[in-house]
């Protein structure tokens, strides 16, 4: 066992029960600790299912890194069967409070004042419980209701030894199976690693919250608590109490009060936005951190756990998800392949089958069984399986998409998830260039063409010169200098066309800001004139080039 660090024995004897309790395999027996299988596409038989929640128990008693990381590998559907991906992605903390003395010792040393003084009311019993902290109702001394979320003691030190001790694990299981080595164990505790001390920080979980709130300020369904900073340190966080119950929890004849389709088509368009649009996420949608507010709202609480999209993976995976919703399994191939990086082990024909038997599949399912985050993950499954990694964020998204599929169901089990995705997509693509618009952008744009365009002249008078020149060496065969000219002419002539018309484009995306009497249509009257142009200007160029190819291919042919 080279390379673990007997310190760490608890926590080694806890993995090895685990072990132990939930599997069968060589691998583990090789390494000392016992069996364990938890092959990928086990079928999901009562036993397998029975099974998963077991384990799914078994972590949140091992205590908040053992829960974190049940959470993280249900995002691994291409590690776990099915069943087990469920069981896992419903995990939460659900545990005792610790004691009111050590709430106020920690409000005292974080605040620098007691509690008496820091607030007008606060109540001893807490409203809920977890692994890294615990929640009181509480009021500030102007009146606000607020709840103060109180971190617990020495809970930073307990997860780092726990972090550092599967660190070591994941590492000596890289180095030495073949399943460490394919599903790359070491960078998934890496991530968890991270995710947890991210947590720890109540602070970072402020600034989520105010920014989450200005990016879904445009819903008025959607609610998200807003932190009190002067009361908000790295181990307690005070907020915005917001009376309501968890979505689960809602009886059905409350159910049946409500206007349930303008709610989860609100919150399903927020979660387009947040994934597609913002690239920042809340990435815990578990049905604990979704609330029915007293007003028929619905609050997203609990921002520890967010993600972040870059905007590359952003575009290729609103294409995958039209893709998908369109019933296009060639297409969402083509688009899986190009957001991922194929491995040694690719198999081309393989993946596209796969792929167009899932997009099959999705076509021919009922409403109620309609499930976009099961799908997501199910793509990553098979990419991995066929030799193609597809990007992190792509699990946590599908996550995500699974707890939200939950909250659908629950709520409005008529809703359907890839037609509202087929519906919004209009919406997302004028959420997506407004947001190209933006100030910063715009500026970095209009640089770039002016750079563009001043370097322009010297770029052409350079080649031109070195066409005078004879200072040009081309490999051709039977190419007249004419003939040559006359071409480099042409491409240079293209691409200063092009320009220009780039240039009337950036131009007319300014003036749409500029507020005017003279409007066409409604919009702007020299925006509208220049996008005219540009379109016109676009239409003769792209006509003319084909018109030409079509001469030149008639011209070689006689």
């Not at 190419?479 to 780039?502: C, H, S, V, Y």
């Amino acid at each position: 066992m080279s390379g673990l660090n007997l310190k760490h024995f608890k926590q080694y004897r806890d993995l090895a029960w685990l072990l132990i309790k939930h599997g069968r395999s060589d691998l583990v027996k090789r390494a000392g600790l016992s069996d364990l299988a938890l092959p990928a596409g086990m079928p999901a038989s009562p036993q397998c299912a029975a099974g998963a929640t077991t384990l799914a128990a078994d972590l949140e008693k091992l205590g908040p890194t053992y829960v974190k990381l049940g959470q993280l590998l249900s995002t691994r559907a291409d590690m776990l069967p099915q069943a087990y991906v469920d069981a896992l992605s419903r995990l939460q903390d659900d545990v005792e409070p610790f004691a009111f003395e050590d709430v106020e010792a920690t409000v005292a040393r974080e605040l620098g004042v007691r509690i008496s003084k820091a607030f007008l009311d606060f109540e001893r019993k807490p409203i809920a419980a977890a692994s890294l902290g615990q929640v009181h109702r509480a009021r500030l001394r102007d009146g606000r209701a607020v709840v103060v979320k109180v971190q617990r003691p020495r809970i930073q030190e307990c997860i780092a030894d726990d972090l550092d001790a599967l660190c070591e694990v994941a590492r000596f299981l890289d180095s030495n199976t073949e399943a460490g080595r394919q599903y790359e164990i070491a960078p998934m505790v890496l991530t968890l690693r991270k995710c947890l001390l991210n947590e720890l920080d109540y602070r970072r979980e402020a600034r989520n919250l105010v920014t989450l709130n200005q990016n879904l300020v445009r819903f008025s369904r959607i609610v998200v608590p807003e932190p009190v900073d002067d009361y908000t340190t790295a181990r307690v966080l005070t907020m915005d109490y917001i009376r309501g119950r968890k979505i689960t929890s809602i009886s059905p004849l409350r159910r049946i009060e409500l206007d349930r389709g303008e709610l989860i088509d609100q919150l399903f368009q927020a979660y387009l936005k947040q994934i597609l649009v913002d690239g920042f996420f809340h990435a815990d949608p578990h049905p604990g951190n979704v609330f029915l507010t007293d007003d028929d709202n619905i609050a997203l609480i609990d921002l520890g756990m967010v993600a972040l999209v870059p905007p590359t993976v952003r575009d290729g995976l609103l294409k995958l998800i039209l893709a998908v919703s369109e019933g296009s399994g060639d297409k969402a191939a083509e688009v899986a392949i190009a957001l991922g990086k194929k491995r040694d082990d690719y198999e081309e024909m393989e993946f596209q089958r796969r792929m167009s038997e899932l997009v099959a599949d999705n076509l021919n399912v009922s409403i109620a069984e309609a499930n976009v985050g099961r799908s997501t993950l199910e793509i990553k499954r098979i990419a991995a399986e066929c030799g193609v990694s597809l990007p992190p964020e792509i699990t946590m998204v599908g996550k995500a998409l699974l707890d939200l599929d939950e909250i659908a169901r629950t709520l409005a089990p008529e809703f359907d998830p890839t037609r509202a995705i087929r519906d919004n997509t209009v919406a997302i693509m004028q959420q997506k260039f407004r947001a190209s618009l933006s100030p910063g952008r715009l500026v970095t744009s209009v640089f770039e063409a002016k750079e563009t365009l001043e370097e322009l002249p010297r770029r052409l008078n350079a080649i031109l010169d070195r066409i005078a020149n004879n200072d040009v060496r081309i490999k051709v065969d039977a190419l007249e200098e004419d003939t040559l000219i006359e071409g480099m002419q042409k491409i240079a002539n293209r691409i200063t066309t092009g320009l220009i018309l780039a240039a009337l484009i950036v131009g007319a995306s300014m003036l749409m800001q500029v507020d005017t009497s003279f409007r066409i249509l409604g919009y702007p009257g020299f925006a509208i004139i220049f996008f005219t142009l540009a379109a016109g200007g676009g239409i003769v160029l792209v006509v003319s080039i084909v018109v030409n190819d079509v001469r030149a291919r008639s011209r070689r042919k006689r």
